[in-house]
């Protein structure tokens, strides 16, 4: 069992920087791909980023590649989001997510989620 638990959005301007953080329970979650997936209102939730547990190979969409890093630290259960040069369209509430071993872009590939945080991004 994992539980997620996210922090660290909030409301920005165009062009500005947020980092979110998702912290996770478990003694194994070094096996976990971890992933960032955001829905904005209206619209269906959409993969962002991840990053496989061993090698800590990343995984990115097209829309935030070059604004957007993923990252994990295993020694303190981690995965974080860094994003910058936001814009509006990103503004979504981001939801933390975490499956064993394989890489998945696909929204219920992922076995446990965090509740969300919001970004607003202003114009």
């Known amino acids: 069992q994992v539980q997620l638990v996210e922090s660290g959005g909030g409301l920005v301007q165009a062009g500005g920087s947020l980092r979110l953080s998702c912290a996770a329970s478990g003694r194994t979650f070094n096996i976990y791909t971890g992933a960032w997936f955001r829905q904005a209102p209206g619209k269906e939730r959409e993969f962002v980023a991840a990053?496989?547990?061993?090698?800590?190979?990343?995984y990115y969409a097209d829309g935030v590649k070059g604004r957007f890093t993923i990252s994990r630290d295993n020694a303190k259960n981690t995965v974080d989001l860094q994003m910058n040069s936001l814009e509006p369209d990103d503004t979504a509430v981001y939801y933390c997510?975490?499956?064993?071993?394989?890489?998945?872009?696909?929204?219920?590939?992922?076995?446990?989620w965090g509740q969300g945080t919001r970004v607003t991004v202003s114009s």
């Open positions: 990053i496989r547990g061993s090698r800590a190979m990343t």
């Open positions: 997510a975490a499956r064993p071993l394989y890489y998945s872009g696909y929204v219920g590939s992922y076995d446990y």
